[in-house]
Nanobody, 116 residues
């Protein structure tokens, strides 16, 4: 059983930056993708960014150009650098470890709130 623990969320102004971190309790190389999902108030959870083995990083259109996902297997950490934040980026951000497109493990999430 692996635990994923997110941190780095908080309150930010529009145009600002936040870096989210996800630390795993075990080896993240067991996953073939590590991802960040987000869920805005009243909306369904959606994929924001994913790092897929042998394919690299992929981003949702709504965040592309503003966020960067990175993974450090040795530190069992996945990060999401978010720049030029917008109020519509507000939501709970979840880290996920995936096997062939299926989420195997979820973190509990970290809240991001962007104000104007």
């Amino acid at each position: 059983q692996i635990q994923l623990v997110e941190s780095g969320g908080g309150l930010a102004q529009a145009g600002g930056s936040l870096t989210l971190s996800c630390v795993a309790s075990g080896n993240i190389e067991m996953f073939n993708a590590m991802s960040w999902y987000r869920q805005a108030p009243g909306k369904e959870r959606e994929l924001a960014a994913t790092m897929i083995d042998d394919e690299g990083a992929k981003y949702a259109g709504s965040v592309k150009g503003r966020v960067t996902i990175s993974k450090d297997n040795a530190k069992r950490t996945v990060r999401l650098q978010m720049n030029n934040l917008k109020p519509e980026d507000t939501g709970v951000y979840y880290c996920a470890g995936e096997y062939n497109g299926m989420v195997g493990y979820w973190g509990k999430g970290t809240q991001v709130t962007v104000t104007t």
